[in-house]
């Protein structure tokens, strides 16, 4: 049974930074696109940044490019989110998610971690 559990949420004041980790359990993952979401109070879930592996790279929202990094350890089967230069708009509960790259269906969510960015 495949498993994501995010952790390492909370409450950051702006400018601060924070590591989001998601463990994935019950597959390899491999050909996985491997992605954390957010989803703010009132607002549709939005993708944030997304990988497969480390040589194909990365793809992020406008709004966090050069201030978030998503990273694999495919052997750990752990991703990360590093988001530095935090502002009060990141406040979300951020998803991790699993989405197999051609088979319709296997596409994981975990359960969310909370991120609020205040004073």
């Known amino acids: 049974q495949v498993q994501l559990v995010e952790s390492g949420g909370g409450l950051v004041q702006p400018g601060g930074s924070l590591r989001l980790s998601c463990a994935a359990s019950?597959?390899?993952?491999?050909?996985?696109?491997m992605s954390w979401y957010r989803q703010a109070p009132g607002k549709e879930r939005e993708l944030v940044a997304r990988m497969m592996t480390t040589d194909t790279g990365a793809i992020y929202a406008d709004s966090v490019k050069g201030r978030f990094t998503i990273s694999r350890d495919t052997a750990k089967n752990t991703l990360s989110l590093q988001m530095n230069s935090l502002r009060p708009e990141d406040t979300a509960v951020y998803y991790c998610?699993?989405?197999?790259?051609?088979?319709?269906?296997?596409?994981?969510w975990g359960q969310g971690t909370q991120v609020t960015v205040s004073s």
């Open positions: 019950g597959s390899s993952f491999v050909n996985y696109y």
């Open positions: 998610n699993a989405e197999h790259a051609w088979v319709v269906g296997r596409n994981y």
